[in-house]
């Protein structure tokens, strides 16, 4: 976990009242119910003005809403970058989630950890997780993946009109859902040929 350490002064409610949306605060770095001894960058759900009592509600920028009493004790509270203040433990936002499917061309256990240790190499034994493995085998073939509107049509031009091209390859559609009102075609995949005359 890479924190940073940042100087901060705890806001009292009153305090916090006086802020907008675009003030940028800290507060608890708290994750579904996991409890984090840091603070996160974070900023009002909507102007302080606007809350009548009750908690204060902000957003992290890792999109968890956090609800604070600022004048309760027992609470992490909400605090804003001040140089006279204290210092505090702040989450750096450096990081990003990627959940892949990787294509392992002729692919086997021993190639995966192969591919699974250089990633964990580049990228820090305790970064690279796999939360979950399904080893399924693919055909090496490429085709046209499009979603079409589901309700018929009068004409074929309007046919290629609202057909939306997504991918080539077969395997995505597992991961993939159509469009409320859509449909997937497949059909055999069709290089593109530019015939248009050069000079």
Same mark, same amino acid.
């Given at each position: 976990?890479?924190?940073?350490?940042?100087t901060a002064r705890r806001l009292t409610a009153e305090e916090?009242?006086?802020?907008?949306?675009?003030?940028?605060?800290?507060?608890?770095?708290e994750m579904d119910g996991?409890?984090?001894?840091?603070?996160?960058?974070?900023?009002?759900?909507?102007?302080?003005k606007n809350f009548e009592g009750g908690s204060f509600t902000a957003?992290?920028?890792?999109?968890?809403?956090?609800? !604070?009493l600022?004048?309760? $004790?027992?609470?992490?509270g909400i605090w804003v970058a001040?140089? !006279?203040?204290?210092?505090?433990?702040?989450l750096q936002n450096a990081g990003v989630l990627l959940n892949l499917a990787l294509f392992v061309p002729n692919g086997n256990r021993e190639s995966l950890e192969s591919l699974y240790s250089a990633a964990? $190499?580049?990228?820090?034994?305790?970064?690279?997780q796999r939360w979950s493995e399904e080893l399924v085998a693919v055909p090496d073939v490429k085709v046209d993946l499009f979603e079409e509107p589901v309700r018929g049509r009068k004409n074929a031009g309007s046919q290629i009109r609202d057909r939306r091209a997504l991918d080539i390859y077969p395997t995505r559609v597992r991961f993939m859902e159509p469009s409320d009102g859509w449909k997937f075609i497949v059909?055999?995949?069709?290089?593109?040929? $530019?015939?248009?005359?050069?000079?």
């Open positions: 976990m890479n924190t940073e350490k940042v916090v009242s006086e802020l907008s949306r675009q003030d940028e605060i800290f507060v608890s770095a996991l409890p984090l001894d840091c603070y996160a960058p974070a900023s009002l759900t909507e102007p302080g957003r992290t920028i890792f999109g968890q809403e956090v609800r !604070a600022p004048d309760n $004790d027992e609470e992490s001040d140089e !006279a203040g204290e210092e505090i433990e702040v964990r $190499d580049a990228f820090g034994a305790g970064i690279v059909e055999p995949h069709k290089e593109i040929v $530019d015939e248009t005359p050069t000079i």
